[in-house]
Structure formats: C-alpha cells, structure tokens
C-alpha cells in the first residue's frame, strides 16, 4: 500500500527492447508538404528529414526526455536505435550519458546506412566501434538491408563478430525490404536483435524485436510473431516506453489473429527483454494497482502508472511519479527549445 493508502503492487524494471529516443522530439513537427500514403513515403517525407536534421544537443534533450518518460512508465532499461546523418561522431555516447543521468540503463547502437554515400556508411561503422570498444554497452546497428550495399551489411556483420556483439536491424518492415531474408541469411547469426520482420519470408536466427503499434501506425501489417520459433521480445519503435501499455495493445493484435491466444505470450515478450539487461530484474517498480504482474488483469486494466522506481543499487530514481536524479520541468523545457530548434530547420 502507497504512503496515501493507496493499494499498490510492485513488478522488476520492464525493458523495452527497441526504441528510437531521438523520436522524442516528434511531437508536434510540422507535417510533410505531401501527405505520404506508403511505408517508403513515411520514412522519405518524415522520418529521413528528421534524423538528418539532428545535431549534438537536439540528440542529448531528446534522450534526456525519452529516458524520464520511461521511467515514469515503469522502463528501467532501453535498447536503443540510433541515426543521426549530420552528427554521427560521438553521438552514442551522448544518449548513453544522458539517459544514465535520468537513472536509465541503454544498449546502443548507430543504424548504419548508405543513403548518404559510402562515407557516412564508414561513419557510422566507426561510430559503432568507436563506442563499444570504449566500454559501452550495446550493438553493431544497422538501418535496414535495403539502405545498405551487400558490402556495409558484410562490414557491419564482421565488426559484430569482431566486437562479440549482435547486429541491431530493422527486417523486413515493410515490402521495400521483402529481400532481407534473402540478404542476410548468410549473415545473422543468434545474438542478432532482429526487429519487426513484417514480411520475413524465412527463419532467421536471431530474436525479433515486435513492435505492434509502430506497425499498426505504419500500416505495414501484422508479423505474427508467436508464428515464429524465434525468441520474441517487445518494443515501441520510438512511440515512447510504457510497456505495459504496448503489452495491452500486442495482446489486442494477438488475439485478433488468434482468438485462442492467451496474454501469456505477450508476458514472455515481456520476460525475454531481460536477456539483455539481467539486472533489471532486481529493479523494483511500484505501480498504482495492486496486481500489476498478472497478465490477465493488466491487459484489460488502463491507466496503470509507475509510482516509485528503485534500481538494483538500492537508489531511489522515481518517487510519486517525479524522477528523483533531473527536474521533470528543466528536461521538458529543454526538450521543448530543442524540438523548436529542429522544427524550424525541418
């Protein structure tokens, strides 16, 4: 029970296994000149336009943010996806320094891509290693095969095994890359976080990162993830990181397509997060409801908010709602100059 007599119940930390934190600044960008009708067309008019417009701050207030709203939802842990065209350098390390300052453990990785020439491929390559063998802790990322050459998705894949790590790659989101499978069979290997697999025509080793609501706005379908052997882990694409709220809307989705499906499944989405972040586990979060780890109940139950949030160390990071490390009303004015700084440039 809650210091108010409120009855609560407590859950570890919740992970969510693939975001995009510099979306954070989104919120209220202008609309493109033309209304995009395809998959293509959202990332050419939207979210290519963004990501090359970010610069060094814009990356830290944006992670600053994401960070502070996901522990305010309970998240604990972030795998991240990381592009940013213009300021590639050293760009990891700011979201890796903003989010610990909220209190927030990352797993990073740079989407390495061609659409900006061989170089900025390099770039991002030596950007990915550039971090990981300073000590942090995440993946070789990589955008998605069809912005790639063959011969960045074989470099990405060997600085993986070089540096003991998976690779971090959108599969085959929408049909523009149907021919992931094809190019990465001889490529993926387990330790490979492979996220959203859409239209994935073939087993691939590796776990897949679902993300149901970004697919739902992206209108790419549904990737039947239960379908497949491979692990399933959940994530939110950027949409923020209340990963309760992503669980209610993946049973939804489940469901619709199995009328037999238990929201068990979804839990053991939710369960499989921890294998990359196995401390999380030992994270304690308090939440308004007093049963907030049993499936049945919280997939039909809205409005569950994290109250407190105490981290394996014993420390403190979220106490009635508020983060305990920053002040929640400076990272949303920051957050706001930033998101105007990038408006204006869009």
């Keep these: 029970m809650g210091a108010s007599g409120q009855l609560t119940g407590t859950t570890a930390g919740m992970v969510c296994a693939h975001h995009h934190l510099y979306s954070a600044l989104a919120r209220g960008m202008p609309a493109p000149a033309k209304q995009p009708t395809t998959f293509r067309e959202i990332l050419e008019q939207i979210w290519w336009r963004l990501d090359v417009a970010l610069d060094d701050e814009m990356i830290r207030w944006s992670a600053m943010l994401g960070a502070m709203e996901a522990l305010q939802c309970g998240t604990t842990c972030i795998v991240d996806h990381h592009e940013s065209p213009s300021a590639i350098e050293g760009s990891l390390s700011i979201i890796a320094e903003a989010c610990a300052e909220v209190g927030v453990r990352t797993n990073l990785a ?50 993986a095994v070089d540096l003991g790590v998976g690779v971090h790659i959108h599969v085959a989101e929408g049909p523009d890359d149907a021919a992931a499978g094809a190019r990465l069979a001889q490529l993926a290997t387990e330790d490979w976080w492979l996220v959203h697999c859409v239209y994935l025509d073939r087993t691939l080793p590796g776990i897949i990162a679902h993300n149901p609501r970004s697919n739902m706005n992206n209108s790419v379908g549904y990737a039947r993830p ?63 409801d007093p049963h907030p780890d049993e499936a049945w109940r919280v997939v039909f139950t809205p409005g569950l908010r994290a109250l407190d949030v105490t981290l394996a160390s014993g420390e403190e990071v979220l106490r009635n709602g508020l983060p305990t490390r920053v002040d929640a009303a400076e990272v949303r004015a920051k957050a706001t100059e930033q998101a105007e700084r990038l408006f204006t440039r869009l």
Excluded: K, Q
């Design 226 to 288: 239960s379908a497949r052997r491979n692990r399933v882990v959940l994530g939110t694409d950027g949409i923020g990181a209340d990963m309760l709220e992503e669980a209610r809307l993946a049973y939804a989705r489940l469901r619709e397509s199995d009328v037999t499906a238990s929201p068990d499944t979804v839990w053991t989405w939710i369960d499989n997060g921890y294998l990359l972040f196995p401390e999380a586990r030992e994270d304690r979060v308090t939440w308004n």
């Design 110 to 159: 740079y989407g390495v891509t061609d659409r900006h020439g061989s170089d900025g491929a390099r770039r991002g390559l030596a950007e990915n290693e550039r971090f990981l063998r300073g000590g942090g802790r995440g993946m070789v990322g990589v955008h998605a095969a069809f912005t790639c050459t063959d011969e960045t998705l074989a470099a990405a894949a060997g600085l």
